[in-house]
T-cell receptor, first 115, second 113 residues
Framework: NAGVMQNPRHLVRRRGQEARLRCSPMKGHSHVYWYRQLPEEGLKFMVY????????ESGMPKERFSAEFPKEGPSILRIQQVVRGDSAAYFCASSLAGDSYNEQFFGPGTRLTVL | AQSVTQLDSQVPVFEEAPVELRCNYS??????LFWYVQYPNQGLQLLLKYLSGSTLVKGINGFEAEFNKSQTSFHLRKPSVHISDTAEYFCAVSEDSWGKLQFGAGTQVVVTP
């Protein structure tokens, strides 16, 4: 029973390029959360999605960032025109249901480095 | 708005000694409380959680935590640590119906022989 999968594990981009981060939830999970961890900081909530719907994107920067969770396939976090400040570890978590009673299972993260 | 404070950024401890990691939160509503552990280059793993009921919560790997509503704290303890407990520990709270987590800055635990 595979856990949450994220790829790539490491991603290097130059300023101005696009970064696409993928998250495959655990089997049977239809709820996905994305968090960002800046160096020396804790994780910060970005967005919460259910299949085909964005439920809460209050933690997403207003520009350049977008997320989707299509009916088929992984959830995608997309960062356009990356800047050095986007360098961070990006974690996704999945759960059976979107509430605090259901554990969020975290993936290993994607470490984005912007040159 | 809620916030989470982990008072210690790093805690050195000798093997087989006890450890306590402090966590305080602020919130205007009832919250759910969590402790996660992160090993190097890995994702987070849930250690334990407080949702309701008994204020003393037992988790995996011999960890436990106590919810103190009057002091708005949720400190994590282990009576005897192992080298393998070397990791970063995050306290988190959720007051949102979506289960959205807010994390503290983390406490790095370094266990030495």
């Amino acid at each position: 029973n595979a856990g949450v999968m994220q790829n790539p594990r490491h991603l290097v981009r130059r300023r101005g390029q696009e970064a696409r981060l993928r998250c495959s939830p655990m089997k049977g999970h239809s709820h996905v959360y994305w968090y960002r961890q800046l160096p020396e900081e804790g994780l910060k909530f970005m967005v919460y999605l259910q299949k085909e719907n964005i439920i809460d994107e209050s933690g997403m920067p207003k520009e350049r960032f977008s997320a989707e969770f299509p009916k088929e396939g992984p959830s995608i976090l997309r960062i356009q025109q990356v800047v050095r400040g986007d360098s961070a570890a990006y974690f996704c978590a999945s759960s059976l249901a979107g509430d605090s009673y259901n554990e969020q299972f975290f993936g290993p993260g994607t470490r984005l480095t912007v040159l | 708005a809620q916030s989470v404070t982990q008072l210690d950024s790093q805690v050195p401890v000798f093997e087989e000694a006890p450890v306590e990691l402090r966590c305080n939160y602020s919130s205007s509503v009832s919250v759910y409380l969590f402790w996660y552990v992160q090993y190097p280059n890995q994702g987070l793993q849930l250690l334990l959680k407080y949702l309701s009921g008994s204020t003393l919560v037992k988790g995996i790997n011999g960890f436990e935590a106590e919810f103190n509503k009057s002091q708005t704290s949720f400190h994590l303890r282990k009576p005897s640590v192992h080298i393998s407990d070397t990791a970063e520990y995050f306290c988190a709270v959720s007051e949102d119906s979506w289960g959205k987590l807010q994390f503290g800055a983390g406490t790095q635990v370094v266990v030495t022989p």
